[in-house]
């Protein structure tokens, strides 16, 4: 079983516990740098961005999450997670920090504010999914070692992708009690254990 964080500094971190708990990980939350230790992998739940990123980097955890990462270390993000998880931002804040890991170009809020939020039938990594988007944003474009794992309306808008062992999604999967995209992540985070 393998032990998979979420990183407890905002959103749905309950949430993403339970579903991960589900998917047959042992899940904690994740407040310091010396508690990634103890994990195999790591979710990066949903909230603000730019106050995840200033959160982290008041905690000191901003250096560690990107040395872990950049270790090899399987992460997966949720909408501001996404953010958090690109390279490049656009529509970013004066100074907002990333942890970065996946080339990809990523729009803050790119389908509009929290009054725009919707739900949308889509397909992720060849299976149909029902996803919930809030204030979400979008893949602008993607680096040629970057697989699209699914789009959705407007206009075929890439909305999950994978690189290595970094997931990435725009939407919310902890919301709908589909534990897919979570047993997707646990699968990776078990492959990537098991090759080590």
């Keep these: 079983m393998p032990a998979i964080g979420v990183l407890a500094l905002q959103g749905d971190v309950r949430e993403h516990v339970r579903m991960l708990q589900e998917a047959g990980a042992s899940a904690m939350a994740i407040r310091r740098p010396g508690e990634l230790d103890a994990v195999d992998g790591l979710v990066i739940p949903g909230g603000e961005s730019t106050t995840m990123g200033k959160l982290a980097e008041a905690f000191d955890m901003?250096?560690?999450?990107?040395m872990r990462i950049k270790e090899g270390m399987p992460a997966y993000g949720s909408c501001a997670g996404m953010i958090m998880l690109a390279?490049?931002?656009?529509d970013g804040a004066a100074g907002q920090q990333t942890l970065g890991g996946i080339d990809m170009v990523v729009r803050r809020n790119a389908f509009g504010r929290q009054i725009d939020s919707f739900?949308?039938?889509?397909d992720f990594a060849g299976s149909p999914l029902h996803a919930v988007f809030i204030r979400a944003p979008w893949v602008e474009s993607v680096g040629k070692d970057v697989d699209v794992l699914g789009t959705a309306e407007p206009g075929d808008r890439i909305v999950a992708v994978r690189q290595g062992s970094l997931l990435a999604t725009s939407f919310h999967p902890e919301l709908t009690g589909d534990p897919r995209?979570?047993?997707?992540?646990?699968?990776?985070?078990v492959n990537t254990v098991r090759d080590q």
């Design 87 to 90: 390279d490049r931002i656009e």
């Design 62 to 66: 901003l250096q560690p999450l990107r």
């Design 119 to 122: 739900e949308a039938d889509l």
């Design 181 to 189: 995209v979570h047993r997707y992540f646990v699968e990776m985070v």
